[in-house]
């Protein structure tokens, strides 16, 4: 199967999830990655060294800053040229609106937030969460090419060979639309939440005292080289910035150990990290649902718990 891989990134710097689509895509043979933006060939070198057969590289000033009028435009001639039978596109921010837009420009469909793809007579098969990833469901895509968009960390990272190489073909950018980027403000620095193995949470359990329950939900992650998480509560209470936020109207979230501290386990939250590998809560009600998608739960206070898991970690870990 021809597949294609659109490499997500900003200012250069690739979203880790785009390796992972690369890697799922080479289970089906010959894969292109896709390339865009300027000053970006580096980047097309690193997807020959990931696994790409191929890049197609549009490095043009007016891809500069992501635009996506202008990159849909550019994905869309190139699809429409030599049509793929499959796009594989990370889960991101940008991801989301290429894919939807290109779908349209395509005349063609998008499977979104897929955690499992396996080939079938020809075409793909998509296992989505549904329901607040209560339940899964497998579907498919009837038009082509089909477009699929993958939940970070559901699929292995292939690990790069140094000095592969491979073609890259050089193909022309086209204008944009009305839109103009003005600029961006920097977000606060740290370990980003959706590529994260380790997540740490509070919610509404650090009400007594905000300031020190995030400090020590910080102290946590830190020692595990982990992102600090939060409920919807947690945010709406002001506690913490929206970007923080995981659930259904905030991030989606797959570590390998996910650590809930006093949040209760709403149906909102859970949708967010629900496919979480391993997930811990610490919550003083027993009665909490958080305690029925756990393998291990403790039933007490964060402000005790956590300290004393974080020592305990510092210790392990010889920190």
Same mark, same amino acid.
């Given at each position: 199967?021809?597949?294609?891989?659109?490499?997500?990134?900003?200012?250069?710097?690739?979203?880790?999830?785009?390796?992972?689509?690369?890697?799922?895509?080479?289970?089906?043979?010959?894969?292109?990655?896709?390339?865009?933006?300027?000053?970006?060939?580096?980047? /097309?070198?690193?997807?020959?060294?990931?696994?790409?057969?191929?890049?197609?590289?549009?490095?043009?000033?007016?891809?500069?800053?992501?635009?996506?009028?202008?990159?849909?435009?550019?994905?869309?001639?190139?699809?429409?040229?030599?049509?793929?039978?499959?796009?594989?596109?990370?889960?991101?921010?940008?991801?989301?609106?290429?894919?939807?837009?290109?779908?349209?420009?395509?005349?063609?469909?998008?499977?979104?937030?897929?955690?499992?793809?396996?080939?079938?007579?020809g075409r793909v098969i998509a296992?989505?969460?549904?329901?607040?990833? *209560?339940?899964?469901?497998?579907?498919?895509?009837?038009?082509?090419?089909?477009?699929?968009?993958?939940? /970070?960390?559901?699929?292995? *990272?292939?690990?790069?060979?140094?000095?592969?190489a491979g073609e890259i073909k050089?193909?022309?950018?086209?204008?944009?639309?009305?839109?103009?980027?003005?600029?961006?403000?920097?977000?606060?620095?740290?370990?980003?939440?959706?590529?994260?193995?380790?997540?740490?949470?509070?919610?509404?359990?650090?009400?007594?005292?905000? /300031?020190?329950?995030? *400090?020590?939900?910080?102290?946590?992650?830190?020692?595990?080289?982990?992102?600090?998480?939060?409920?919807?509560?947690?945010?709406?209470?002001?506690?913490?910035?929206?970007?923080?936020?995981?659930?259904?109207?905030?991030?989606?979230?797959?570590?390998?150990?996910?650590?809930?501290?006093?949040?209760?386990?709403?149906?909102?939250?859970?949708?967010?990290?629900?496919?979480?590998?391993?997930?811990?809560?610490?919550?003083k009600d027993a009665e909490a649902?958080?305690?029925?998608?756990?393998?291990?739960?403790?039933?007490?206070?964060?402000?005790?718990?956590?300290?004393?898991?974080?020592?305990?970690?510092?210790?392990?870990?010889?920190?």
């Amino acid at each position: 199967m021809n597949t294609w891989v659109y490499i997500d990134h900003f200012n250069g710097q690739p979203a880790p999830a785009s390796w992972e689509a690369l890697g799922l895509a080479k289970t089906f043979g010959a894969a292109t990655a896709l390339v865009f933006g300027q000053n970006v060939e580096a980047l /097309a070198k690193i997807a020959l060294e990931y696994g790409a057969d191929s890049v197609l590289l549009a490095d043009d000033p007016a891809l500069a800053v992501f635009s996506p009028e202008a990159f849909t435009s550019t994905l869309a001639a190139l699809a429409s040229d030599s049509p793929p039978a499959l796009i594989l596109f990370p889960t991101t921010s940008r991801t989301r609106e290429l894919a939807a837009m290109l779908a349209v420009d395509l005349v063609t469909g998008v499977l979104v937030d897929v955690t499992g793809l396996e080939l079938a007579d020809g075409r793909v098969i998509a296992t989505r969460p549904v329901y607040e990833g *209560k339940l899964l469901e497998k579907t498919t895509c009837s038009a082509s090419p089909q477009l699929v968009t993958l939940r /970070a960390r559901a699929f292995p *990272k292939p690990t790069p060979e140094a000095g592969r190489a491979g073609e890259i073909k050089k193909v022309s950018a086209q204008a944009g639309g009305a839109a103009v980027i003005e600029g961006f403000v920097a977000g606060e620095q740290g370990v980003s939440l959706t590529d994260a193995g380790v997540v740490v949470s509070a919610g509404r359990g650090v009400s007594n005292d905000p /300031a020190e329950g995030f *400090k020590l939900v910080a102290e946590l992650a830190a020692v595990l080289g982990g992102a600090v998480g939060a409920s919807r509560a947690a945010v709406d209470a002001g506690y913490i910035p929206y970007a923080n936020q995981i659930g259904q109207t905030g991030k989606v979230v797959s570590p390998d150990l996910y650590i809930a501290a006093g949040i209760s386990g709403a149906i909102q939250h859970m949708s967010g990290m629900r496919s979480s590998k391993l997930i811990v809560a610490i919550n003083k009600d027993a009665e909490a649902p958080i305690f029925q998608a756990a393998r291990y739960g403790v039933v007490g206070d964060l402000f005790t718990l956590v300290p004393a898991l974080t020592e305990a970690f510092k210790k392990k870990l010889g920190k």
